[in-house]
């Protein structure tokens, strides 16, 4: 299992993107939120973790 490729764009974009899942969250069975979050929260951390090349 690989985990999300490092960005080599801007940060921003990837937080964005990352919070963009969380849209239509309330159209999900809540079964599948956690699923839903941990990916979000996986999308911010690489985001955030290239956050000095802003």
Do not use: N, W
């Not at 921003?12 to 899942?21: C, D, S, V």
């Not at 809540?30 to 000095?52: C, P, Y």
């Amino acid at each position: 299992m690989s985990g999300p490729a490092p960005q080599d764009t801007d940060p921003r974009a990837g937080i964005e993107e990352a919070i963009a899942g969380l849209d239509e969250l309330e159209d999900l069975p809540l079964a599948e939120h956690v699923e839903r979050f941990d990916a979000v929260h996986t999308e911010l951390a690489v985001a955030l973790s290239s956050i000095d090349k802003v």
